[in-house]
């Protein structure tokens, strides 16, 4: 049982991934140059830190909700019918996955400014969260229990990273979250509605998953253009 929920798992989280390895290649691997080259001029420096962190959201949140709205018949359609119960595994990494680039780029920022200790005590603790809270978790809910730890494990290391940060930076942090998770929030709610008034059951399985993915897409960045 334990090496099923572990392949349950593994499949979600990999599939989760996506936008992360997006994000990787198109936006932080340059981020780290950019923060060591203005380490020294404040203003610039946190003008590039939102700017990364806009085109994070921007490019990886459509795509977080695509998976998640998609997540059962896209799971269907690549691994099959014995796969579907890493689906509320992979809607709820789809979270962590969002937040892991995000983390990422303070990880750079910490680099690139001269304090790696920052980002090394940080690290550790996201990894005892990790252990601990994933070990009760993962005993009471399984694999959902340790990914639920993941998620509060990025989010603790992204407020102590805000809070030590914050006299520097000084980040608008509504203005840069308020809005993307408004939209968010606007395109789940809107599926909501559409699937109960839409036999997406109907329709083949390759067209749901693209019709799906389209919806999300397409809706959170005509939401975000008008908020």
């Known amino acids: 049982n334990g090496v099923t929920d572990l392949g349950y798992y593994d499949r979600g989280y990999r599939t989760a991934q996506w936008p992360n390895l997006l994000l990787n290649t198109l936006v932080l691997r340059s981020a780290l140059f950019t923060y060591a080259q203005l380490r020294d001029d404040t203003a610039r420096l946190r003008k590039s830190m939102s700017m990364v962190i806009w085109l994070i959201i921007s490019m990886g949140a459509p795509i977080a909700l695509a998976l998640a709205i998609s997540a059962s018949d896209l799971v269907l359609l690549l691994y099959g019918e014995r796969w579907l119960p890493a689906v509320p595994i992979l ?42 809270l994933g070990w009760l978790l ?8 340790v990914g639920a730890a993941v998620i509060v494990a990025y989010v603790a290391g992204l407020a102590v990273a805000q809070r030590v940060t914050a006299g520097q930076l000084q980040l608008d942090l509504v203005s840069l979250f308020a809005k993307p998770l408004l939209a968010a929030v606007l395109v789940v709610a809107g599926y909501v509605v559409l699937s109960r008034l839409l036999p997406f ?8 998953v693209l019709g799906k993915g389209g919806y999300a897409v397409i809706g ?8």
């Open 220 to 227: 959170y960045y005509a939401i975000s253009f008008l908020l």
């Open 91 to 132: 809607r709820l990494l789809v979270i962590a996955a969002m937040l892991r680039p995000i983390w990422d780029n303070t990880f750079a920022l910490f680099i690139g400014t001269g304090q790696p200790r920052r980002a090394i005590w940080i690290g550790a603790l996201q990894l005892a969260i990790i252990i601990g």
């Open 138 to 145: 993962s005993g009471l809910y399984g694999p959902l229990g």
């Open 201 to 208: 059951e109907d329709w083949p399985l390759t067209v749901r």
